[in-house]
C-alpha cells in the first residue's frame, strides 16, 4: 500500500491546485482522476467556451468593421477549423498542467477513488483496484451537467455543454434549453457565428442569479444578435428525429433546430465516494464544509463544485489552496464572501458581492451610484458604450457592499472592486486611486465619484 501525506481526488481546479500548493508546502502528494487532468473548466467548460466566444466575436467584429472605416463584410465560418482550433487550445492547457504536476512531484493515479475508512482510498481502473493511505484527503470531484429525463438523450441530437465543446463542427441552428449563464453565454457565441438560435428561459428573466441591471444589459445584446429570446417558456416535449430536434413549449409554439443544448445546472459528483460509511456531513448533494475547507471528519476536505452552490474554476481554485495549506500543517481560512462571477457575453457582465436588492435587504441604508460607459472615452474608442459601472455602498461608512460592470473587459475591471472590497476599503478610498487613462477601469473612479456626489464626466 502506498502512502501520501495528501491524497487529492479529482484533478480539475480545486484539485489540481490543490495538489500542488501541498506538494510545494513540502508535502508527498497524489491525484487521483479518471479522465482528463484540468476538470470541467479546462476540457469543457470555462476554457472552451472561451475559445469559442472568442472566435464570435471575431466574426461580429468583421461584419460591423464598416463602423470603423474598415471593408471586411460578411465572414465565411469554418466550422471544422473552428472547433480544431478550441482542441488545440485545450489539449496545449491539459499538457501544461500535467508538466505543473510532474514538476512538482505530485504522482498523477488514474482511476475513481473512493474513501473506505478515515486515511485510506480504494482506486478502482480498468477493472483493478489499489490500495492506498494519506494523512489527509482533499476531495474535488466536481459537478456534471443535470439531464433532465424526458429529453431524447440517446438521439445524439441533444447535447449538454460537454459535446457541444468537444464536437468536431458547428450546429446549423440551435435551441438553447436554460437561460442561465453558461445559456447565454453560449447564445452569443452562436449567434455571432451566424448560426440561428432560440434559447428557451423557464423563469421570467434570463441569469436569474444577478443583478437586474445585468440580466437586462444581456437581454438587450442577445437581442441585438438576433437570438430568439422565449422567457417564462417551458419546455414540455422533445422530438428528435431526421437530424432536426422539435421542441414543444407550454402552450403550443414549436422551436425546430440542428441540436438542442441544455444548460440547466449542474450536479455535485458526492455519489460512491464513501461518505456515508465514513459519516460525512452533507446538505442536500453538497459536502459540508467550514471556512477552512474542512469536512466533519478530521482529516478529510472538500472543495469546489463538490463543496459550493456557487460553482465557479476560480473559486474551486481558491479553496483547493486553502484546503491544502491546511491538509500541510499550516492554519488557512476563507470566508468565500468576496468572489467575482463573470459572463462572458459581448459586451462582458461581471459582479461581486450584493446586488442592490440583496444590499437594501440587509443593510437597509445603503446607496447606489453608476457610471455609464456612454460618457467613457475608451469605451467610446472601442465603439462598446452600451455598459456602465454600479457600486453599492453603506451610506453612512461608504462600505462597499457589491457592484456589477457591464461593458468590454468588466471580468477585469471588476477584480479592482473585488480586491477593495477584500480589505474593506471605503468607495472614497477607491475614488482617491489614481486611474490610468483612458482605461475601462476609469468607470471604477467615476461611479466612486458619483456615489460621493462629486461626479467629473457624468452628471449626478
Known amino acids: ?12 481546479p480545486g484539485g489540481y491546485e490543490a495538489a500542488l500548493r501541498a506538494a510545494r508546502r513540502g508535502a508527498k502528494v497524489c491525484c487521483i482522476e479518471m479522465g482528463h487532468l484540468g476538470g470541467v473548466c479546462l476540457n469543457v467548460g470555462c476554457i472552451p467556451t472561451k475559445a469559442m466566444l472568442r472566435a464570435g466575436e471575431i466574426a461580429w467584429t468583421l461584419r460591423h468593421a464598416a463602423e470603423f472605416g474598415l471593408s471586411a463584410g460578411e465572414p465565411t465560418v469554418d466550422g471544422p477549423a473552428c472547433m480544431k482550433r478550441v482542441a488545440e487550445v485545450v489539449a496545449g492547457l491539459r499538457k501544461g498542467v500535467e508538466g505543473l504536476l510532474k514538476a512538482a512531484a505530485v504522482e498523477v493515479i488514474r482511476g475513481r477513488g473512493r474513501l473506505t475508512a478515515p486515511g485510506r482510498l480504494t482506486v478502482e481502473a480498468k477493472g483493478k483496484s489499489e490500495e492506498i493511505a494519506a494523512k489527509a484527503v482533499i476531495l474535488a470531484t466536481g459537478a456534471r451537467p443535470a439531464k433532465p ?7 445524439g441530437l441533444v447535447w449538454t455543454t460537454d459535446e457541444a465543446t468537444t464536437a468536431e463542427d458547428l450546429p446549423e441552428s440551435v435551441l438553447i434549453i436554460g437561460g442561465g449563464i453558461i445559456g447565454c453565454e453560449f447564445a452569443t457565441l452562436y449567434a455571432e457565428l451566424g448560426i440561428p438560435t432560440t434559447l428557451v428561459e423557464m423563469l421570467d428573466r434570463l441569469a436569474s442569479t444577478i443583478d437586474e441591471d445585468a440580466a437586462k444589459a444581456i437581454s438587450a445584446l442577445l437581442k441585438k444578435r438576433k437570438v ?7 419546455v414540455v416535449r422533445v422530438e428528435a428525429a431526421k437530424n432536426r430536434v422539435t421542441a414543444h413549449l407550454e402552450g403550443g409554439e414549436k422551436v425546430q433546430a440542428d441540436r438542442a443544448l441544455v444548460a440547466v445546472g449542474r450536479i455535485p459528483n458526492t455519489e460512491d465516494l464513501g461518505l456515508e460509511d465514513l459519516g460525512i456531513q452533507r446538505d442536500g448533494r453538497l459536502i459540508k464544509v467550514d471556512e477552512r475547507c474542512r469536512t466533519s471528519v478530521a482529516g478529510v476536505y472538500a472543495v469546489g463544485d463538490c463543496a459550493e452552490r456557487r460553482q465557479y474554476a476560480h473559486l474551486a481554485g481558491r479553496m483547493g489552496v486553502v ?19 463573470g459572463i462572458y457575453t459581448h459586451p462582458e457582465v461581471a459582479a461581486v458581492g450584493l446586488s442592490e436588492a440583496e444590499a437594501k435587504k440587509q443593510s437597509g441604508r445603503v446607496r447606489v451610484a453608476r457610471f455609464s460607459y456612454r460618457a467613457s472615452g475608451m469605451a467610446r474608442a472601442y465603439g462598446e458604450a452600451d455598459g456602465h459601472v454600479k457600486l453599492v455602498a453603506e451610506e453612512d461608512l461608504g462600505e462597499i457592499l457589491g457592484a456589477v460592470v457591464i461593458g468590454p473587459h468588466a ?15 471605503t468607495v472614497e478610498e477607491l475614488a482617491e486611486t489614481i486611474h490610468g487613462h483612458p482605461t475601462f477601469s476609469e468607470g471604477v473612479l467615476e461611479a466612486a465619484d458619483a456615489w460621493l456626489g462629486l461626479p467629473m464626466h457624468a452628471v449626478g
Open 323 to 341: 484546503a491544502a495549506d491546511n491538509a500541510a500543517g499550516r492554519q488557512a481560512a476563507d470566508d468565500r464572501t468576496v468572489v467575482p462571477a
Open 411 to 425: 471580468t477585469d475591471v471588476v477584480q479592482e472592486i473585488a480586491l477593495a472590497m477584500r480589505h474593506e476599503l
Open 228 to 234: 430568439k429570446v422565449r422567457t417564462g417558456a417551458k
Open 149 to 155: 429525463d424526458f429529453l431524447p438523450w440517446d438521439s
Open 1 to 12: 500500500m502506498n502512502s501520501y501525506d495528501v491524497a487529492v481526488v479529482g484533478g480539475g
